[in-house]
């Protein structure tokens, strides 16, 4: 069973192994002070996992165990992504095998 975020709830539960993502903010200024405007930003690749699926069915009729839960900050691939809006937010759609890793403070 998934777990619930208590600060940042979103209105759905994803299917099988797939993870719902916010992503973070594009930086605004680079390492060097260089201040970006909007059509030079890059989408982020990072996000903050918001829900997780209960995981893929497997053969023998159990579900595999995901690794990311909600809460972890993840980096995911730059095009494997679904786009979507809900509530008002701009969030991702992904399969857990398009999460490239976890991100460790």
């Known amino acids: ?5 208590k600060s940042k709830r979103i209105g759905l539960r994803p299917l099988d192994d797939r993870v719902v993502v916010e992503p973070l903010e594009a930086e605004e200024v680079t390492a060097g ?3 970006l405007p909007d059509t030079a930003k890059e ?3 990072r996000g903050t996992v918001l829900a997780v699926g209960p995981g893929k069915l497997l053969d023998n009729g159990q579900r595999g165990e995901l690794s990311v839960e909600v809460g972890d900050e993840v980096i995911y691939g730059k095009y494997s992504a679904s786009d979507v809006e809900v509530d008002g937010r701009e ?3 992904l399969r ?3 999460i490239l890793a976890k991100v460790i403070n």
């Open 33 to 35: 002070g260089i201040v």
């Open 96 to 98: 857990e095998t398009d």
């Open 91 to 93: 969030i991702k759609i």
């Open 43 to 45: 989408k982020p690749q």
């Open 1 to 5: 069973m998934a777990k619930k975020s």
